[in-house]
């Protein structure tokens, strides 16, 4: 049957259920939050004269957290207006409203007994046909069907949502043996189309697959932590991005998560998994159980690994755990050979194989942890998963890494690491030794752009499914680059579609990159029928390379520094006016140049989780690769006959001022950095797939190039006079430095269109060259240059 979700109950308003809730607000759906009715009144309500009749009191635990819901960091809605598509109640009054929703969605505490409980009510109101699920992370879903009616069992499944359940993108989808397939089916598809996730089928095994692999990763860590006596500076340093892993790396993570959380988990599988070879890793290591005794759980008893305190001259200070003494001291930094072997290595696989088989330290320490987890993947097939690419996807997916346990393991060489992990005492699941004597020996491999993976049970390669409709870069690399140098490759991404890849530091434009654009351009209009610009990375752009810009203004090439702004404003151009359509596909930061490049676009493509901004104020200029040009020509056009205030040009102007990054693509929108005829994926994975299908269709159209303006109404001296006093009052006020003011004026100047007696219609060019004119002469001012010195070698922003 066709089955459509347009209404969602929440059941259950805690860290989990409020998030859940704001996400599914997120993707356009109306939700109904509740939780319990307090069973007596706090003593603001006491001194109100309220009862606990009074509605107020009874809504006050499911509005409180979904108060401190919105108000959280990272925000859990990607625009706040959102929030009113939720709707507040309890169980007691609400819970008939159910019958309302296609998907009622458990998320209590975790006790069988209480949400035993919950669905008693749930089975007396829900009606039939809808779908039921458990949020559940550590209860079998197989318990929770005692009682139940056969209609229930038959649309109940877990479904494990990972927290933060915006930015986190694994969905595990959990069938009991009663869930009707074709509910699985649906599950599958809705969480990966509507809900943007990584969907995962998993079996009703403790904690699933992604807690199952990702704690015992941080088990055997502790373990291996606690042998070689590796400090907390020195975990964290080997365990984060330099594995293409998040910053919070091993010990911050369980800081943030809280240590209670992970023991608890732990001890559960430990209890739970008698006949799990590896279940003596789950024992709690000195170090950690010393922490949980103390009740050190991290950030929400304000220390664990870590502590934040006050220093003598009253400025924040984050100190670390000495694992021997439990003493608090001053941060430690890791200092192995092997990290500066790859200091300068940007290709995370390339990485991995350095430090992996590095003769030191951390060598040591990423071989004993490395290979006890292959070992430990390979024996959880097929008790956890049947396909070994579910275990990977979880991994990934629910805890931040860039490549899965099996997918390092191909990175390392499957033989020569099996050689190795034997002779460490680590010998692997028989199923690998029979798949490398049938001569395949690598778990994951490519076919005309297929990403397929080991089938255990057929013993030959499969494509993964769901991925059938996906472009995947990295599948492409052996028989679709049609151009490439260091820093951006050219694909064919088929039906006459070219697709650019930036992949330099940051994916910042700096030469190879202008020149991979300048190439694109050049091919498409050849042989092709249009461009995606995008990549798989974690960014888009984080703006222009500044290096050879801060080079050049040190040394007063002042003809050099005009000549590189040109030559870039005229790349700008020919994304605009390029004879066949170019669509940007934006994820992650897209930033200063990296923006400009998406405003010149036909179309942009934007990642949900895109952030975007012109933020070349923060290092002392201005943008001038058509950015402030650009945002001009927006607001003529958006301009109101009769609106002396310019609000809209003003807003512009403010958001370049204060440099401000909109926090996703329905922010980009209110900027004015996204136009209606732009659009949004959910899921990051579908994002290049998505952009072809956009360029495509505009070609099939009847794709026009479009004509350079010269209609752009500026507004002169009135502009000017209004927006100076606007920058006196911001410095009056102390918001902003002397050089601020200097960088506002520059702006005004190119955004009023000059010193022009009345509002007059200018040229693109025009504009353009009012830009390249400040832009320049921002390069000469020191304390501009002080600011990108700041960001090129201190990695932080400047105030000056």
């Given amino acids: 049957m066709k089955r459509s979700i347009k209404r969602v109950a929440i059941l259950g308003s805690g860290i989990m259920g409020s998030r859940i809730a704001c996400h599914f607000a997120n993707i356009g759906v109306e939700v109904l939050l509740l939780d319990i009715v307090p069973k007596e009144l706090n003593d603001g309500e006491k001194a109100k004269g309220l009862t606990l009749k009074d509605p107020k009191v009874r809504n006050r635990i499911v509005s409180e957290s979904f108060t401190n819901a919105v108000k959280s960091k990272p925000a859990p809605l990607y625009d706040k207006d959102f929030a009113k598509r939720i709707t507040l109640g309890n169980f007691d009054d609400d819970m008939k409203k159910i019958a309302d929703c296609d998907w009622t969605l458990e998320v209590v505490v ?15 109101h829900r009606k039939r046909g809808t779908l039921i699920t458990s949020n559940t992370s550590g209860i079998p879903i197989n318990l929770m069907l005692e009682g139940r009616s056969d209609d229930f069992k038959k649309h109940f499944c877990g479904t494990h949502f990972f927290n933060p359940p915006r930015y986190l993108r694994l969905l595990e989808i959990i069938p009991t043996p009663k869930t009707d397939p074709e509910i699985i089916d649906f599950f ?31 088990m055997s860590a502790m373990h291996t932590i ?26 911050r ?89 790859v200091k300068d290595v940007e290709n995370v696989k390339e990485r991995i194989k350095t430090l992996v088989n590095f003769d030191d330290k951390a060598g040591e320490f990423y071989q004993s942890t490395f290979y006890d987890l292959f070992k430990y993947c390979s024996f959880r097939i097929p008790e956890i998963a049947d396909d070994l690419y579910n275990i990977d996807q979880a991994v990934c997916a629910g805890f931040g890494w860039e490549l899965g346990p099996f997918a390092t393991w191909d990175l390392l060489g499957v033989k020569e690491t099996v050689e190795k992990m034997e002779a460490a005492g680590l010998k692997p699941n028989q199923w690998v030794y029979d798949m ?57 991404i088929g039906d006459g579609v070219l697709n650019l890849e930036f992949h330099s530091k940051m994916n910042s434009m700096g030469p190879e990159v202008v020149e991979g654009l300048n190439t694109v351009f050049s091919i498409a209009e050849k042989d092709f029928r249009g461009i995606v610009i995008g990549n798989e990375g974690q960014n888009f752009s984080a703006g222009a390379n500044l290096a050879m810009l801060f080079m050049f203004a040190c040394e007063q090439e002042w003809d050099e520094i005009n000549m590189m702004i040109a030559q870039f404003q005229n790349t700008m151009r020919k994304a605009r006016f390029s004879s066949v359509p170019v669509v940007v596909a934006t994820s992650g930061l897209a930033l200063g140049g990296g923006c400009e490049l998406s405003l010149h676009a036909d179309i942009i493509q934007a990642h949900a989780e895109t952030y975007m901004g012109l933020v070349e104020v923060g290092v002392g200029l201005i943008p001038a690769g058509g950015g402030t040009k650009e945002m001009v020509l927006r607001a003529s056009d958006a301009n109101i006959p009769g609106d002396p205030e310019l609000n809209q040009l003003q807003a512009y102007f403010m958001n370049i001022a204060t440099a401000k990054v909109a926090t996703s693509a329905h922010e980009i929108a209110q900027l004015g950095y996204l136009r209606p005829q732009d659009q949004i994926t959910l899921n990051r994975a579908r994002l290049i797939a998505d952009a072809k299908k956009t360029v495509i269709k505009l070609d099939e159209a009847g794709y026009t190039t479009p004509i350079p303006r010269s209609d752009i109404k500026v507004q002169g001296k009135t502009g000017l006079a209004l927006f100076e006093a606007g920058i006196h009052g911001m410095k009056f006020g102390n918001y902003i430095s002397e050089h601020d003011v200097k960088i506002a004026q520059k702006l005004s100047w190119v955004m009023n269109g000059g010193d022009l007696s009345y509002p007059t219609n200018v040229s693109e060019q025009y ?34």
């Fill in 767 to 800: 504009l353009l060259d009012l830009e390249r004119e400040a832009f320049l002469s921002l390069t000469g001012e020191k304390k501009t240059l002080e600011r990108i010195q700041s960001i090129l070698f201190k990695g932080k922003p400047l105030r000056n």
């Fill in 253 to 341: 993570t369980m800081d943030v998560v809280g240590l209670d959380t992970t023991v608890n988990v732990a001890n559960n599988l430990y209890n739970g998994l008698p006949d799990d070879e590896g279940r003596d890793t789950f024992k709690l290591p000195k170090i950690v159980s010393e922490l949980h005794e103390r009740k050190w759980w991290g950030d929400k008893t304000k220390q664990g690994y870590f502590k934040k305190i006050k220093n003598k001259e009253g400025k924040s200070e984050i100190l670390e755990l000495d694992l021997k003494t439990f003493e608090y001291g001053p941060r430690t930094k890791a200092k192995f050979k092997a990290l500066g072997a």
């Fill in 110 to 124: 975790e006790n069988l007994k209480i949400k035993k409980t919950v669905f008693d009510q749930v089975e007396k």
């Fill in 436 to 492: 490398l004597d049938k001569g395949i020996t690598s778990f994951f491999s490519s076919e005309d752009g297929k990403k397929q993976y080991y089938d255990i049970s057929s013993g030959s390669y499969k494509v993964m499914p769901g991925t059938e409709g996906l472009i995947l870069l990295d599948n492409l690399r052996k028989n679709n680059v049609v151009w490439g140098n260091k820093g951006a490759t050219i694909f064919d």
């Fill in 226 to 251: 606690e042998k070689m006596e590796l400090t907390v500076g020195e975990v964290d340093k080997l365990t984060g991005p330099i594995l293409g892993r998040p910053k919070s790396a091993t010990l």
């Fill in 188 to 218: 599958m598809h809705y969480g990966d189309l509507y809900l943007g996730k990584t969907t995962v089928l998993c079996k009703d095994t403790p904690a699933f697959i992604a807690n199952r692999i990702g704690i015992y990763a941080i």
